[in-house]
């Protein structure tokens, strides 16, 4: 049953691209929408779904797939943003034949993160992280501007070393328990009263490698110029999801196997973290362009998750999660958002945005929203996820930590104040005399994920008795 | 003994090969320099009882990679003849210091004792086997990254067709 | 294997990685960059095949071994796709001439 989750869009694509003429547009766009769709709707109902029932030919083929309450919160997370930047890209590609290619690439790299959120083995892992950084590399120079073939080129770089790490790694966990799987490590790390060195350092570079796929300081150096220089639906795509699951959801699950029992780890955890937050917070405030601006603000954001993770608590675990999935909600918001301005201006420099809020008031309201999420404002979601991260550090007993988490919130606020100041707010200038709000395929992705920020913050503290408390792993906590 | 020497050669030759093609000043002599690091590796990969993957290696990496870069450098070409004008000199600025970097650091290695590790007798499953019963998924990962990569080539590679701009 | 035959393996591919690394971070031509990262995949197999022989489990290293091969050919494949875009949009295969992207 889960393996339809890696075979089913495969075979979609391989259907979609057999004739040589072109299809209608809405072909592969209807394609890549349902398998989106299909992601939340399975994510959401998968308790109930005979997962582990017997196919008749496919049982021969044991893929060890699982799925527990962790991978649904991705399932659902990557199905609403492959969407978002379908939509998107439906009004940015312009001829038939790149329009079928963008949506097979989309395709690839949906094949590749499910398959990710899905296994349970470290090499594999690094397959399928690859399998989605190479869809993300053509993508980012899907357009061929001299700009994003160097994105693209970074991005590919120190991707490659990323996972020179993790396959490092991995070679020190073949050498000292000579099994890659999750379980396999989780086992070893138990039994052993004194943990032997070689596997922790196996881990701590398996670690490594995921931090620079991340993101995180000091291995950020290629995200601002691959989010910028993309095109407007793959710059939603690598923000909103394939940052995270590439680097963020190893890092989940390894806390999860690893971290409970080992303190030692959960040091370079919080120091990355804090790092991430506070340089991505300050670089954010000098950029006058749009995009740039997003991005450094992901650095920031991904910094607060990995902070948590390095609580090294359940709580703090919790408040990870739930923190990804609203970040990956509100952050593809407001990379749509940036889409639709672009699309009607033409450029992402906010210095020529002077007021265009009053012209786009849709774009406008719902920037304002994932703003006030971003910064932690109640009753928005990312209130809620931002004090649990306080809260996890504080009852870690890392109360700096937690102090830090909060003044950064602060300066999270004043980068965005900045933003919507400049960019949306004032008297339109004259030159913007001609702009309407952006076209439909821009409007409805934003409002409905505006839509879920706030359904998700107003009704937070009915989540844990809902259906959909698997956003809060079910771990049942009180506080 | 002689066992051991053998592979002891294949192991500086190794290193000294891919010194080479780092110091090389003309691009062809480090795509060369880099493809006999691949023979090398093949070798060793056959002396560590691995013949599936020596063979691959052999094939992909000496020869299929070279011939990527050999093609790359041709289509490239008014740019490298320039590039090999331009001041050896500089070159030799910023990387006089990585051979005794190396060189430091390999001694520096060398001291580490490491553990008598009694190797285990070349059991295990063979390499189709394993390949086949237990990591399915690297399998399915592996279509999934042929698929990627020829969509690289059709979206990269085409020359960019004047009406379609 | 003798300890020092080992320790001798771990020596050159660390050597190897390194020097690779070194590369790829310092050079300015995309093509040896490429190179560089080629070096440090070599030196990543030979350490997986390594592990694989040391433990016993030699189908596994090289199950791996091969897997790695293939997934870093088309990710070489696309990398050399983004140079010859960047040789017909400047000329040059240098990031000199592509200082502009500030960072």
Redesign the interface.
């Given at each position: 049953m889960l393996t339809f989750f890696v075979l089913v869009p495969l075979l979609v694509l391989l259907l979609l691209n057999i004739s040589w003429r072109a299809l209608p547009r809405i072909v592969p766009q209807a394609a890549v929408l349902v398998l989106g769709f299909a992601d939340v709707v399975f994510g959401l109902a998968l308790p109930s779904l005979p997962v582990n029932s017997e196919i008749p030919v496919l049982s021969e083929l044991h893929f060890g797939l699982v799925a527990d309450d962790l991978t649904r919160v991705f399932l659902v997370s990557i199905g609403l943003v492959i969407c978002a930047a379908a939509f998107v890209n439906q009004e940015s590609m312009t001829t038939e034949r790149s329009h079928r290619n963008f949506c097979s690439l989309l395709l690839v790299s949906l094949i590749g993160m499910n398959g990710a959120v899905l296994l349970s083995d470290f090499f594999s892992l690094y397959v399928f992280l690859e399998v989605t950084a190479i869809a993300s590399f053509i993508l980012i120079a899907i357009e061929r501007g001299i700009f994003a073939v160097e994105g693209a080129f970074r991005y590919l770089l120190l991707s490659a070393v990323a996972a020179m790490f993790m396959l490092t790694g991995v070679g020190l966990l073949v050498f000292t328990i000579g099994d890659t799987t999750f379980s396999a490590v989780h086992e070893s790390l138990n039994v052993a009263t004194g943990t032997p060195l070689l596997l922790k350092m196996a881990v701590g570079i398996f670690i490594v490698g995921l931090f620079i796929k991340g993101g995180l300081v000091p291995f950020h150096g290629w995200l601002p110029g691959a989010y910028s220089s993309a095109p407007p639906g793959v710059s939603i795509l690598l923000a909103g999801i394939v940052t995270k699951v590439s680097g963020i959801y190893a890092l989940v699950r390894i806390a999860q196997d690893v971290l409970v029992s080992d303190p030692s780890l959960s040091m370079i955890l919080l120091v990355a973290g804090s790092a991430s937050i506070v340089v991505g917070a300050i670089a954010a405030i000098g950029q006058s362009d749009l995009k740039r601006m997003l991005a450094y603000s992901s650095i920031s954001q991904v910094g607060y998750i990995v902070l948590a993770l390095g609580a090294g608590t359940e709580l703090g675990i919790v408040a990870a999660t739930f923190h990804l999935f609203n970040h990956a909600i509100f952050k593809s918001l407001l990379f749509v958002d940036s889409a639709s301005v672009e699309s009607r201006i033409g450029t992402t420099d906010m210095g020529k945005m002077g007021g265009i809020g009053a012209k786009m008031p849709w774009t406008g309201t719902t920037t304002g929203i994932a703003m006030l999420s971003a910064a932690g404002i109640p009753p928005f979601s990312g209130f809620w996820s931002k004090l649990l991260i306080v809260l996890a550090l504080w009852k870690a007993g890392r109360e700096g930590f937690a102090v830090l988490a909060v003044v950064a919130s602060v300066l999270t606020l004043g980068y965005f104040m900045v933003m919507q100041h400049r960019a949306f707010f004032g008297k339109p200038s004259a030159q913007l005399d001609s702009v309407k709000e952006a076209s439909a395929g821009y409007v409805v992705p934003a409002v409905v994920f505006a839509l879920i920020t706030v359904l998700t913050g107003v009704f937070f503290p009915l989540l844990k008795d809902s259906p959909l408390s698997f956003l809060l792993l079910n771990k049942g906590l009180s506080w | 003994m002689n066992d051991?020497i053998v592979?002891?050669v294949m192991?500086?030759t190794?290193?000294l090969m891919?010194?080479w093609?780092?110091l090389a000043t003309k691009?062809l002599r480090?795509?060369v320099a880099?493809a006999a690091?691949?023979v090398l590796?093949t070798l060793?990969?056959f002396k560590?009882?691995?013949p599936?993957?020596a063979v691959?290696?052999l094939s992909?990496?000496a020869g299929?990679?070279s011939a990527?870069?050999l093609?790359?450098?041709t289509?490239?070409q008014?740019?490298?003849e320039a590039?090999v004008a331009e001041s050896a000199k500089e070159r030799i600025r910023?990387?006089w210091y990585?051979p005794p970097l190396?060189l430091l650091?390999?001694v520096a290695?060398?001291q580490?004792?490491?553990?008598?590790?009694p190797?285990?007798?070349?059991?295990?499953?063979?390499?189709r086997?394993?390949?086949w019963t237990s990591?399915?998924?690297?399998l399915?990962?592996?279509?999934?990254?042929?698929?990627?990569?020829a969509?690289?080539?059709?979206?990269?590679?085409k020359e960019?067709r004047k009406n379609?701009r | 294997m003798s300890a020092e035959l080992i320790t001798l393996y771990v020596t050159a591919i660390v050597l190897v990685a390194v020097t690779g690394l070194y590369y790829l971070l310092v050079t300015t031509n995309l093509i040896r960059a490429v190179i560089g990262l080629e070096l440090v995949t070599k030196s990543i197999t030979l350490g997986l095949i390594l592990a694989g022989r040391l433990t016993g489990k030699v189908g596994l290293g090289q199950a791996l071994a091969i897997t790695l091969i293939v997934v870093e050919v088309v990710v070489l494949v696309v990398a050399v796709g983004l140079i010859l875009l960047a040789h017909r949009h400047t000329g040059k295969v240098d990031t000199r001439g592509l200082r502009s992207i500030k960072g």
């Open positions: - | 051991a592979e002891i192991l500086v190794f290193v891919a010194l093609a780092v691009l480090a795509v880099l690091t691949s590796v060793l990969l560590l009882d691995s599936l993957a691959f290696e992909v990496c299929l990679v990527i870069f093609g790359t450098i289509l490239t008014p740019e490298n590039e910023r990387y990585l190396l650091l390999g290695l060398l580490v004792a490491l553990p008598d590790v190797t285990a007798a070349a059991a295990g499953d063979d390499v086997k394993v390949l990591r399915h998924l690297d399915l990962g592996q279509i999934t990254v042929l698929v990627a990569g969509f690289g080539v059709i979206v990269l590679f960019a379609e | -």
